[in-house]
């Protein structure tokens, strides 16, 4: 585990002492002391919209748009690409082979069942790891009846001492762990880690658990296996995000998202939301290790190759994500943006956006919009006069930012000749403010 970053002097100057206290900068709602077991500022990604995400209602992606979306991905910083089973379908077993031989920097993994003959196919197509899960949820019912648990552990050992003498990466993972046995879990995932596993995952498949419980569940396999922790959160009741940083806390290494969250039902842990997430933990570990500007891009293209619409609130990219629109917010944002914004949207490569042209806005605004059109002898009274008339106009319906300007622009006119109250008394309809002819 490495050690917490981005600590630097309290009062930082040349001259300081090395032994001067150490507080954290990287963000203020980093905690300023760090549990040694939390992973918050050292943690990997496993991106599987190739593999997750195929399980959307609405996915289908050919060989193309999966290398579309694996390099993007890969530019993005993403650690790993999990890729769906070359069981699944002769195309799904091709598309491997090919995201494997592309020499990505990220590491190419595909999800299979824990049999060796998937694993044998995985191991062929050229991958880097196999992410083996234990197949299916009667297994795991018969398993948590201590049925045929030493059957499934002699399995899983197999499997994973296959792999490993092939010299490739292996985790194993359960299904739907929340609601398993505990015990038997941890029998397994003891055993498994023994065997030598790279990393063992759990997985809320119906997305039932809660922070708490993710933590709990997560500090308790921590001190049961020395290997790397995996988790896969599904999303069925909005805590994906919150459990996958639950997770990390509590010592867990990996987290699985997929782009926008696409996956099986309403989906897992949304990669944009996560990076969200983490840079506000640890800013410098997220903006060093990933392209944050990338997460439009490849939002983009996945967006588009499953036919929906990046969601209005989406984390980062949503329409309004960046949005300011009350008078006191803007004023603030405009003094200061960290007022109101944790994340600087120049980060992530998106523009900040004051809304103006409505009736809560505020003079503040309107005056920043009079400087950057640069109109010369406007003062704070001219700025206050405009605001009156776009509140009432905006009773009437919100503007534009291009009414807004023809309104400021009409405004300025007359102030030439010193008519811009008769201007303002004049306009009493936004439809008076189109941008024809008033140029
Ligand atoms: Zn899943």
Redesign the pocket.
């Given at each position: 585990m490495s050690p917490p970053r981005d600590f630097a002097s309290a009062d930082a100057t040349a001259t300081d002492d090395v032994n001067r206290p150490r507080v954290p900068i990287a963000s203020p709602y980093t905690p300023r002391y760090q549990d040694p077991m939390s992973n918050i500022s050292n943690f990997k990604i496993i991106e599987t919209t190739l593999r997750?995400g195929e399980?959307f209602a609405n996915a289908f992606f050919d060989t193309k748009t999966k290398v579309e979306i694996a390099k993007a991905l890969d530019n993005l910083g993403a650690d790993y690409i999990e890729l769906t089973s070359p069981a699944a379908s002769e195309q799904s077993r091709n598309d491997c082979t090919v995201i494997a031989g592309l020499g990505l920097k990220a590491k190419v993994l595909t999800h299979v069942r824990c049999h060796l003959d998937d694993v044998k196919l995985a191991i062929d197509t050229g991958v880097d790891g196999v992410n083996v899960v234990m197949g299916t949820s009667s297994y795991l019912r018969e398993f948590s009846h201590g049925k045929s648990m030493e059957y499934i552990t002699k399995k899983a050992i197999e499997v994973i001492d296959y792999v490993k003498s092939k010299g490739l990466e292996v985790r194993f993972s359960t299904e739907d762990s929340f609601r398993s046995d505990l015990v038997d879990l941890l029998a397994i995932y003891r055993a498994v880690d023994k065997a030598g596993v790279h990393r063992v995952g759990i997985?809320d498949?119906v997305g039932c658990a809660n922070p708490r419980q993710v933590y709990e569940f997560v500090r308790t396999l921590r001190s049961v296996v020395n290997c790397d922790i995996e988790c896969?959160f599904?999303n069925d009741t909005g805590c994906a995000i919150a459990n996958a940083y639950t997770a990390l806390e509590a010592g867990a290494t990996h987290i699985d998202t997929t782009v926008l969250g696409i996956?099986?039902r309403n989906g897992?842990t949304p990669l944009g939301g996560l990076l969200a997430r983490m840079y506000t933990a640890d800013r410098a570990y997220v903006m060093d290790k990933y392209t944050l500007p990338d997460i439009r891009h490849v939002e983009n293209i996945v967006a588009e190759a499953v036919q929906v619409t990046v969601p209005f609130d989406n984390y980062i990219t949503g329409f309004c994500a960046f949005t300011h629109k009350a008078g006191i917010h803007a004023k603030a944002i405009l003094n200061n943006p960290s007022t109101y914004e944790i994340l600087k949207p120049e980060d992530f490569g998106v523009s900040r956006y004051v809304s103006i042209g409505h009736r809560l806005t505020g003079w503040n605004a309107v005056m920043n919009r009079i400087e950057q059109l640069q109109l010369s002898n406007m003062n704070d009274d001219d700025a206050k006069a405009i605001t009156q008339k776009i509140k009432q106009l905006a009773d009437i319906r919100p503007l534009g930012l291009d009414n807004v300007d023809v309104l400021i622009r009409q405004y300025h006119t007359g102030k030439q000749t010193s008519e811009h109250i008769k201007v303002l008394n004049s306009i009493e309809s936004p439809d008076q403010l189109t941008t024809t002819g008033n140029r």
């Open positions: 997750e399980q997985a498949t896969h599904h996956g099986e897992i």
